[in-house]
Structure formats: C-alpha cells, structure tokens
C-alpha cells in the first residue's frame, strides 16, 4: 500500500513538473493595408522581434500574414517593404486564451527610389484618423480595462486625459475644456450614434454606465477641438469608435461576471474559407440578477441589460458588408415611505420610476473603386427613449402626480464617404451625411396656480438636417504636413446654416520634436426638444419662441509642441482659445441665462442667439507609454471658461473649474519569466480639479415661494470645495493551456473621500444642505478567455 502510494505521489509531482514546464502558445496573424487607401500590401516582411531562431513571414497578395505558435506574454512586430515607412508595433499581448488579430497600416514614403530610412512606432498621441493633427489622440481596449476605475468604459477613461473633467462621480460624462457636456460628438464606425449610455438623461452625452462592450471595441479616436473636417455637429469633442471584426478563423468566448453585470460574447467564422465573421456580446446587470431573488440593495430598484454586435460579410469585387450595432434598456424606481415621521426630506414622500433606453442598428459598404480609393456607405437607425414619472404622497397616502415626461428621438442616417490617395504626397475625403429625424416630446408638470398637471412640452413630428464636407492632406516633405477643409452643416427646421472651414499644419523639427497648429470653425444642432419648448407664462396660452434658434457655434484655436524625450517617453505641451458665439441665451433683458451651462434636459424660456463664451487654457501631458510592464501618464490643465448672459455681464460657467489634474499609473508584474502564465497588474488613478460652480440659492424667496429660487444676479459666484479621489486597480491573469483568466478589482475613490456635489435648500428642514458625490466603489470582476 505504502508503495502504491509512493508510486502515485512521484506520478502526480512528475506530471505537475511537465504541466508546470510546458510553454503556452498562441497564434498571431492579421492584415496589413496602405493607410490612406486602405489597399492591402502583398510583400511586407512581418518579424517577430527578439525571436530565437528569428521568426519572419512576408504577407500574401491579400496582406495576410500569420505566426503560430508564438509564446504567451507580450511581443514586439516589426513591418518593412519597400517605399513605405518601417512600422514597429511593440507590447502585443498575446495570451492563452484567444488569438491575437492584427490590423496594420503602413504610411508611404513621400521619397521614392532611394535609400531612405524612416521608422514610424505607434504614438498614442497620434490619431489613427491621418486627418487629424491637434488635440487628438487613439485609445486602446487595453486601455479601458487597465486604467483605474475605468470600468472598460472610454468616457471614464478620458478623465485621465488633459482638459477633461467628469462632471460627477455616478455618471461617465465629461466637461472638455470648460465645456458643456453636450458638446460632445458620438461616433461609430464613422457615422454618428446616439448617447450609449445606460442610465442617462434627456439632452446630454453621457450616463452611469456604459452600453459599449470593450469585447467589441478596438483602437479608437478621441479629439479635444479644432477637428477635422468630417467630424461635424459638435463644439468640445468627438468620440470617434472602431469596432473590430470577429476572428474569421476559429470560434473563441468570452465569459466575465462581476459587481456591474454578466457578459457573454462569442465570435468565429460563419464557414472554413469564406471570410466573414461574427462577433455578438451580451450583458445582464449583476443588480439584477440579485432583484430577481428577492433581495433590494439600497434605495433603489436598478436594472439594465444590453446587446452589441459586430458581423463581417465580404462579398469579393462587390466589396465588404458589415452589420453592427448596439440596444441598451435601463430602469431605476424609488418607493415613498409610508411613514410621515421619516418625511424628514421631502424626497421620501415621491414614488420615482426611471427609463432610459438607446439603440442603433447600421449596415456599411466598403466598395474598392481602383487601387488608390474607395467608397464606404452606411445606413444607421437609431434612437432613443427617455422616461421619468413621479407621484408624491399626501399625509393621508393619497397619490397626487406631480411630473411626467417622455422623450422619444429616432435618427435614419445616410452617409457615404470617398477616399482618394492621388500619390504619395496628396489624398482627399469627401462625403455627405443626411439625418431623417423623428420626435415625439411629451412633458407635464403639476402647477399650483391650476391645481392640475399642465403640458410644458408636447411636439410630435420629423426634421431633418444634412451635412457634407471636404478635406484634403498635402505632405509638402516628411517633415511638413498641411490638412485643410470644409466642413457644412444645414438644419431643415429653420433654415439654419453654417459653413466651417478646418486647417492644420504640422512640421517635425527633428526626429524627437514637432510643432502643430489647428483651426477650425464648428457649430451644432440644440438637443430638438428645445426647438418645441413652450412658454408656459400662462399655461391657458402658450407659444413655442424657440423654434427658429439658430446653430451654437465656436471658433477653435490649437498650438502643440511635442518633445520625445526617448523612444517611450513623451512631453506634450497644447494651448487653446475658444470663441464660442451664436449661443442661445434668455432673451430677457436682465437674463444671464445661456445654454453653456447646461448638462442635461431642456429650460422653457424665450431664448435668443445673442449668447458668447469663451474658454481658453494651457494643457501639459508627461507619459511613459508601456515599456518594462510600466506605464504612467500625468496631465495638467489651467484654464478658465467665461460667458457673456443678455444682461451684458461676463460670468464663470457652471463648468468653470480653473484647473485639474490626473496622475495614471500602472505596473505588470510576471510571477515565471520562464513562462509567462501569471501576471499581476496594479494600476492606480488619482484625479484632483477645482470645484464647479452653482448660484447661491436664495432663502428667504425659496422659503416664500415654496420651490428653489437662486440668486440671479450671482450666477455662478458659489465654487464648491476642490475635488480629489484616489482609484486603485489590481488584477491577476492566468494562462492555461486554452484559457486565459483574469481576476480584477477596481476601487473607485479607495479613501473613501467625500467630495462636495453643491447645495440646495430643504423644503422640510427648512435648512441649506451639502450633497455629496459617491464615495467608495469596489467593482469585483472574473473574466474567462477561451
């Protein structure tokens, strides 16, 4: 027996050694393009850096290349063929779990037929739109899921980014640059999407959660001001989204389940040769889940679900078909207390039921016209619903409906957008962009002048808008760019109009340095309801003044300087001024009223396009990109954000913090040098801005009136207390054979701190009281990779 035993012992220790010794690995393959064509390249030698013996393979006549057996762990690709720059792609993460799926394009070298040598390595602060020059740069998926308390979510991760502030702690929206957060442009594989964000309001771009699975996502664009041409209909920002394609080759899964909800998401070839794939993810709020057992955390009853999805048709010589999209539903109710001696604040007295959902669902047409250009369609139907009710018990129980609203937006888009590469030196992108746009406003408030709820909004109907544009980029040497073009904007509504032109001019002083200077004019469409908005001075007889407001609109100025101090570490210095004009304000004469201070919703005032602003700032950005498993990223922002209200006096905006700045960092640690199969990784984010800004409320008119009276002479005079929170991240990542597994957990404000929302008066306290944003958020999540 005791031989058996022994016998048994030395199998298990011997077979734990050779599982312990094998080397995982992974196949990596992808494609590789021209970058303004988007033609393959047949003959790029591809070689996988630091390999012994040197591993090489030189794409096919479709641009394909494929390594196998490649070990876990990351890697660096190098990229060269004749006339076009060396390419080096470093920190390719190649896992157990999935293969790794590459898309590389190459830039042409303007010199031809000599012996010249330019490198190009990926540059996070270089977008992947070749048209855009200042204040832009790409984000990675890498990125979301790495950076502290970013949830996989791009708008929380761009917090860490120079300029940008989010606007509180429960929501992912963001203020750019002094901006109001509704400046911000939403894209999609190029055409323009509604708001993808659970749990957000009528009126805004942002929300609690984001729909967008980063199972989907690759890398993307993010952009600050001076755009360039095609981007059209915003004035702070533009999110301009990649999706990537499903593995064409092998079925891969992934499962993750964690605080926020459970995912689910496949992707795989629909036949062995065809080409096209899929790429589908699910997910079911983990708060739900809980709610369907019977168990209530909090106050509230909260719940989403979502859908995203990505499937590639090629069709040979008629080009290449996509279908994507993405649908979000999210719920939020409240319960009144029924027991009037905890109707200490008056909100226990409300029963509140929340809906807010998104959705849009797009077909594209990649069609090749000649080698050097191509056209890409696509058709978009989108839309969204927002829903809030409330009722507020009397001291009897009795229900009174207090406010009701339903918002219902529907978008059908066509654009279609041709690209030209005429040579080395010159490429042009033109296209247009129709927008059918349909509406259904409803909007009651109780009123006790009338005793009764009362209609503030009802419209129901169509608009439409159109857009086109045209941008041209010259490389007059390797040392100097130029982009210039135009961009136009049309709203049927009203016959309003705007015709922008955008330039920017690039020169690389040297290897390491580079000067950018950006211009552009923009403007932007109000959210609709503000179009339909009634004065309701007398709610016996109402009119809609707004009807015929004109585009918000803003000149942008960009000057960038750009220092590497080495291959991986960067200094970039940008500043900008901001004319903002044509913005709606209140056409009362004493009014200091004006849409830059808006987040959300619509107001119902008579407004005129009087309004200006301005905002204008220095941006300093210190970054390591990853090397050694260590990356870090410090950005620092002064600025300082002014509008003009119809009273003829200059106020602070509502978004006027004066400064912020962000501290990211985040170190890899592998436990097996040898083997690479466990890897931890600590990541850490601390964000300190100057508060934003509210007008004090006045007491004694709140108290007389019974509802919150503010101080209108005093716009915007009371700054809240600074805001700092501290994140942390860490995770550990397993490779096994044919699975990848990571365990995570993020905290969100990990001190616990409790940074100052603003003020308002208690009705029933009779008291001015702080609110607080969110204090600590630990988010716990395992992800499967198979």
């Given at each position: 027996m005791t031989c058996m035993r022994n016998i048994l012992l030395t199998f298990f220790c011997l077979t734990a050694i050779r599982l312990n010794a094998q080397q995982f690995t992974q196949t990596v393959r992808g494609t590789v393009t021209d970058k303004i064509s988007q033609t393959p390249l047949p003959g790029v030698r591809v070689v996988l850096a630091g390999s012994e013996p040197k591993k090489g393979v030189t794409t096919d006549a479709n641009g394909v290349f494929k390594f196998t057996e490649v070990p876990v762990g990351k890697h660096t690709f190098t990229f060269t063929t004749d006339g076009y720059k060396n390419f080096i792609l470093p920190n390719v993460v190649v896992n157990s779990g999935k293969e790794v799926v590459l898309n590389i394009s190459l830039e042409?070298?303007?010199?031809?037929?000599?012996?010249?040598?330019?490198?190009?390595?990926?540059?996070?602060?270089?977008?992947?739109?070749?048209?855009?020059?200042?204040?832009?740069?790409?984000?990675?998926?890498?990125?979301?899921?790495?950076?502290?308390?970013?949830?996989?979510?791009?708008?929380?991760?761009?917090?860490?980014?120079?300029?940008?502030?989010?606007?509180?702690?429960?929501?992912?929206?963001?203020?750019i640059r002094g901006n109001s957060p509704n400046g911000l442009?939403?894209?999609?594989?190029?055409?323009?999407?509604?708001?993808?964000?659970?749990?957000?309001?009528?009126?805004?771009?942002?929300?609690?959660?984001?729909?967008?699975?980063?199972?989907?996502?690759?890398?993307?664009?993010?952009?600050?001001?001076?755009?360039?041409?095609?981007?059209?209909?915003?004035?702070?920002?533009?999110?301009?989204?990649?999706?990537?394609?499903?593995?064409?080759?092998?079925?891969?899964?992934?499962?993750?389940?964690?605080?926020?909800?459970?995912?689910?998401?496949?992707?795989?070839?629909?036949?062995?040769?065809?080409?096209?794939?899929y790429l589908i993810n699910y997910r079911y709020s983990t708060l739900g889940v809980i709610s369907k057992l019977g168990i209530e955390i909090g106050d509230a009853s909260t719940l989403f679900q979502d859908l995203s999805f990505n499937i590639a048709l090629p069709v040979k010589?008629?080009?290449?078909?996509?279908?994507?999209?993405?649908?979000?539903?999210?719920?939020?109710?409240?319960?009144?207390?029924?027991?009037?001696?905890?109707?200490?604040?008056?909100?226990?007295?409300?029963?509140?039921?929340?809906?807010?959902?998104?959705?849009?669902?797009?077909?594209?047409?990649?069609?090749?016209?000649?080698?050097?250009?191509?056209?890409?369609?696509?058709?978009?139907?989108?839309?969204?619903?927002?829903?809030?009710?409330?009722?507020?018990?009397?001291?009897?129980?009795?229900?009174?409906?207090?406010?009701?609203?339903?918002?219902?937006?529907?978008?059908?888009?066509?654009?279609?957008?041709?690209?030209?590469?005429?040579?080395?030196?010159?490429?042009?992108?033109?296209?247009?962009?129709?927008?059918?746009?349909?509406?259904?406003?409803?909007?009651?408030?109780?009123?006790?002048?009338?005793?009764?709820?009362?209609?503030?909004?009802?419209?129901?109907?169509?608009?439409?808008?159109?857009?086109?544009?045209?941008?041209?980029?010259?490389?007059?040497?390797?040392?100097?760019?130029?982009?210039?073009?135009?961009?136009?904007?049309?709203?049927?509504?009203?016959?309003?109009?705007?015709?922008?032109?955008?330039?920017?001019?690039?020169?690389?002083?040297?290897?390491?340095?580079?000067?950018s200077i950006g211009y552009g004019l923009h403007s932007q469409i109000q959210p609709l309801g503000v179009y339909f908005a009634r004065d309701i001075t007398d709610p016996a007889h109402y009119s809609t003044p707004n009807k015929n407001l004109g585009l918000s609109k803003a000149h942008h100025y960009v000057v960038a300087y750009d220092l590497a101090l080495s291959e991986y570490w960067r200094i970039k210095i940008e500043t900008y001024y901001q004319w903002l004009f044509n913005i709606p304000q209140g056409s009362d004469s004493v009014s200091n009223y004006s849409v830059l201070n808006k987040e959300d919703g619509f107001d119902y005032i008579p407004m005129n396009n009087g309004g200006t602003g301005q905002n204008y700032g220095v941006e300093l950005t210190i970054e390591q990109f990853m090397h050694n498993n260590f990356y870090l990223l410090a950005a620092v922002s002064f600025f300082d954000s002014k509008y003009k209200g119809n009273d003829g006096n200059i106020y602070n905006t509502r978004f006027n913090a004066s400064y912020s700045g962000s501290l990211t960092a985040g170190k890899e640690f592998q436990l097996s040098e040898k083997r690479k199969k466990r890897v931890i990784g600590i990541n850490t984010k601390t964000i300190y801005t100057g508060g934003f800004r509210q007008t004090p409320v006045d007491v004694a008119a709140t108290e007389a009136n019974g509802y919150t009276v503010t101080q209108p002479d005093k716009a915007y005079t009371e700054k809240m207390p600074a805001y700092f929170r501290p994140d942390i991240g860490i995770s550990l990542k397993r490779n096994y054979k044919k699975v990848t597994a990571t365990l995570s957990l993020d905290i969100q404000n990990v001190t616990n701190r409790q940074n100052v929302g603003g003020r308002y008066y208690d009705m029933e306290s009779k008291q001015l009281k702080y609110y607080y944003t969110t204090g600590i958020i630990p988010i716990l999540s395992y992800r499967l990779q198979f």
């Open positions: 042409e070298n303007i010199v031809q037929g000599q012996e010249v040598v330019v490198v190009a390595k990926v540059n996070k602060n270089k977008p992947l739109n070749d048209m855009s020059v200042v204040s832009s740069r790409t984000f990675s998926v890498e990125e979301t899921q790495k950076y502290a308390a970013a949830f996989n979510d791009p708008a929380r991760m761009a917090a860490a980014f120079p300029g940008v502030v989010q606007t509180g702690d429960p929501s992912n929206t963001i203020s442009l939403w894209r999609m594989e190029g055409v323009e999407i509604p708001n993808p964000n659970h749990f957000s309001n009528v009126g805004t771009a942002g929300g609690g959660i984001s729909i967008l699975s980063a199972q989907l996502l690759t890398n993307s664009d993010f952009s600050t001001g001076a755009f360039a041409a095609e981007y059209g209909n915003a004035l702070s920002g533009v999110f301009d989204l990649k999706l990537r394609k499903g593995n064409n080759e092998k079925h891969e899964y992934t499962v993750q389940t964690g605080f926020l909800g459970i995912d689910l998401s496949a992707e795989g070839p629909f036949k062995k040769g065809y080409g096209g794939s010589k008629l080009g290449n078909f996509t279908l994507f999209g993405f649908g979000g539903l999210s719920s939020q109710t409240t319960d009144a207390i029924k027991d009037t001696t905890q109707w200490d604040n008056e909100f226990y007295r409300y029963n509140t039921d929340f809906r807010a959902n998104t959705g849009a669902a797009g077909i594209t047409h990649t069609l090749p016209i000649s080698k050097k250009s191509f056209l890409k369609t696509a058709v978009v139907y989108s839309g969204t619903k927002n829903a809030y009710y409330e009722n507020r018990l009397n001291d009897d129980f009795s229900q009174e409906d207090r406010y009701s609203e339903s918002f219902i937006n529907k978008k059908i888009t066509l654009q279609s957008v041709y690209n030209l590469k005429i040579d080395s030196r010159h490429s042009l992108r033109n296209g247009f962009i129709l927008n059918n746009l349909g509406y259904s406003f409803i909007q009651k408030a109780y009123y006790d002048s009338t005793g009764k709820m009362e209609d503030i909004l009802n419209a129901e109907g169509n608009a439409y808008s159109g857009q086109a544009f045209a941008q041209w980029k010259f490389r007059v040497t390797e040392k100097i760019t130029f982009n210039t073009g135009l961009h136009s904007l049309y709203f049927f509504l009203n016959d309003s109009w705007s015709v922008e032109p955008r330039a920017s001019f690039k020169y690389d002083i040297s290897p390491l340095q580079s000067v």
